[in-house]
């Protein structure tokens, strides 16, 4: 693919509900633009982008693909993403590197869950888009009441610039308004205008004129005064609206079909913005902390960032560039502005699916892939040392559901912990981290399937075979009441016996205070060098309580009284004695089991709330206030941690998808008693 200039690049990111038919309508483009000679199927497991195994397997998106062809004279680099929830991640990376969105609606489930989702972060991220409402040839299809649910939900600006010649199994092509001109069949051609649709095309083409002239004050007067707007004004109109977002164009189509494919390709031309179109990027010196605008151009200070990491068997780690400004060469050195060091760039791709093609330089603007950088990872931003600049970062979510991560056998044991941190290098939304209190290793993701497919992946890629379970609940334990208890370690076996004989008083502390050893003994009744060992055996012997073998919390232990044998008594006999005595009084002090608390926020749709109360009161949570605002519903609660280990498949479920939440440790609570006897029988059960 031969070298191309900031104005003839479209960076365009397909986004849907999971199975609109994103993949499929990124092969249809591929081919028609003669990029591949063959078109591929989802369920096949043939289609360019879903060539990962899992993706093959699961008939879905798992990550994004860069799918570059030519239009026209223009470079499309199509960015398919994942419609599945799980995968966000890949879609917020999609959307920080492109200048335009298509969001694929099926014709006959109309706007679903995710279309909403992801028309919300085109909306934040202040994108032009264009609306396919593909499968038309679908039973049920109906492109009048599709039409009227993308409006209702997503909003009036959404406007048709062409309309379906026929639905179902009849539908045949398009007649765009503008020209009034019809296109039927595969490979579109020109006909004629059924005759029976042209008060439909008057009505929405007086719409689309209607609502796309408010954008030029003169050509507005001239509307309002009845004259005929040229087409060349309604072109330019358009566009200007799009870009301003007080458009967005609808388009029917069916991509497995390749039925006007090629008519969305030629808005993709001419409607969605180049990035010269989209103007100044905001980046920020990182020398002297200042603003800059930076233009798109190849004469500028090179600006580059990394948004995806990859693993290749062959080729190794793969880096995906997109360059904001100024040019980066192969062959040549770049400076990491994160890590401040000097990254050596070899050889410069462009990447399509599984194919490479190599490219001497990429000019501002656009996307390539580089092999086995040594420092970058996704979010580094590349530059020159001389004038280092950063962009804004992108913002991926933060996992919300933890399972425990366990290797299969002591081989897996070795080569999992660097495994996990390619995997979570390759996706930002995975989090690793260890849980001191209960001792697991704990993957975090945004779901089950997410987490499923990193642990497949794994297996997959770096040969590492795990088993993902709930985490176990880091529960603690304390005492209710004040007591003393007293140990005398005593043994004679021939030659020095072993002496240590402590008094340990206990006494309950306010919770989340922690552990507090003290000593008070006069008179040298314990010497001063036992006082050590006494302290570590205490130490030692909190670690594991009496009731189901927990680590103890919120009590003082103090030693104030003991006595010593001058030959017998050693570090080791009173470190015994002190944990003896400590086991002894727990058991006197009426121990009682803390379960961890977290503080729970849920922002639901109204009509989801009651279902939602209604589920947070059998998870024995406390609803602490709620906030209504603008059709959403904010939820403050204080629930258990052992209840919403999987709230994130639960609010899902009950929601369909349109819940969201965070949690956060708050504190401990005393278990109540039938609860806690049951985890007390379960984990000697265990044992």
Not at 164 to 184: E, L
Not at 229 to 235: K, L, M, V
Request: aromatic share 6%.
């Amino acid at each position: 693919m031969h070298h191309f200039e900031s104005d003839k690049i479209r960076n365009v990111v397909l986004l849907s509900h999971s199975g609109a038919g994103k993949t499929s309508l990124a092969e249809a483009m591929l081919f028609d633009a003669g990029a591949i000679t063959r078109l591929g199927i989802v369920n096949d497991g043939t289609t360019t982008s879903d060539f990962e195994p899992d993706e093959i397997k699961r008939h879905i998106s798992i990550s994004l693909s860069v799918l570059p062809c030519q239009w026209k004279d223009t470079k499309f680099n199509i960015i398919d993403t994942p419609g599945y929830p799980d995968f966000v991640g890949e879609v917020k990376a999609g959307l920080a590197v492109s200048e335009g969105a298509v969001i694929v609606v099926c014709a006959s489930s109309g706007v679903e869950v995710g279309t909403q989702q992801v028309w919300d972060y085109v909306d934040e991220a202040k994108l032009p888009a264009l609306i396919l409402m593909n499968k038309m040839d679908r039973e049920n299809a109906n492109f009048s009441r599709t039409l009227g649910d993308i409006q209702n939900k997503i909003g009036n600006k959404c406007l048709p610039i062409q309309l379906p010649i026929g639905a179902q199994k009849s539908f045949q092509g398009v007649v765009d308004i503008i020209t009034r001109k019809a296109y039927i069949g595969t490979p579109s051609k020109e006909a004629e205008v059924p005759a029976a649709m042209q008060d439909e095309i008057d009505l929405h083409r007086e719409k689309l004129i209607e609502a796309i002239v408010e954008v030029d004050d003169e050509l507005l007067s001239k509307y309002l005064d009845g004259a005929e707007i040229a087409q060349d004004d309604i072109y330019r109109c358009l566009k200007q609206a799009i870009l301003l977002g007080k458009v967005v164009p609808v388009l029917p189509g069916c991509a497995l079909s390749n039925i006007a494919v090629t008519s969305l390709m030629d808005a993709i031309h001419d409607y969605l913005p180049s990035p010269i179109d989209k103007g100044t990027v905001v980046a920020t010196n990182a020398t002297s902390g200042a603003e800059e605008k930076i233009e798109p151009v190849s004469g500028s200070p090179l600006a580059a960032m990394v948004f995806k990491t990859s693993s290749d068997p062959r080729a190794g780690r793969l880096s995906y560039l997109r360059v904001y400004s100024g040019t980066v060469s192969s062959n040549s050195q770049a400076w990491n502005v994160i890590k401040n060091v000097v990254e050596r760039i070899g050889q410069l791709f462009v990447i399509r699916g599984k194919t490479q093609e190599a490219v001497d330089k990429l000019t501002a603007g656009d996307i390539g892939v580089v092999a086995k950088l040594a420092s970058t990872t996704t979010g580094d931003m590349l530059g020159v040392k001389e004038h280092l600049l950063k962009l804004t970062p992108i913002k991926f979510p933060e996992p919300i559901l933890n399972k425990a991560i366990l290797p299969k056998s002591r081989a897996d044991l070795d080569k999992m912990g660097s495994a996990l941190s390619k995997l979570c290098e390759e996706d930002l939304t995975l989090r690793v981290h260890r849980d001191p209190d209960v001792g697991e290793i704990l993957l975090g993701g945004m779901g089950e399937t997410h987490l499923e497919v990193a642990a497949e992946k794994l297996n997959g890629k770096f040969g590492v075979e795990v088993m993902l379970e709930l985490p176990k609940v880091p529960y603690k334990e304390t005492i209710s009441t004040s007591t003393q208890a007293e140990y005398k370690h005593k043994k004679q076996t021939g030659g020095h016996g072993q002496y240590g004989h402590v008094l340990l008083e206990l006494e309950p502390l306010p919770r989340g205070t922690g552990f507090e050893f003290m000593e008070k003994v006069v008179g040298g009744a314990v010497p001063r060098n036992y006082i050590p060992a006494v302290e570590k055996g205490v130490n030692e012997g909190r670690l594991e309580g009496v009731l189901a073998g927990y680590p103890l919390v919120d009590v003082r232990v103090t030693l104030f009284d003991g006595s010593s044998h001058p030959v017998d008594s050693s570090e080791m006999a009173f470190k015994i004695a002190a944990a003896q005595a400590l086991k002894k009084g727990l058991e006197q002090a009426q121990p009682v089991l803390l379960e961890p608390i977290v503080s729970l926020t849920v922002t639901a749709p109204d009509n989801f709330i009651g279902d939602i109360i209604g589920d947070l009161n059998s998870k024995r949570a406390r609803v602490m206030g709620m906030n209504p605002s603008g059709g959403l519903n904010t939820i403050e609660a204080q629930v258990p941690l052992s209840e919403v280990l999987r709230y994130a498949t639960d609010l899902r479920s009950l929601t369909q998808g349109r819940g969201i939440f965070k949690t956060t440790f708050s504190h401990y609570e005393e278990v109540p008693a039938p609860i806690a006897q049951k985890i007390t029988a379960q984990k000697k059960a265990s044992q």
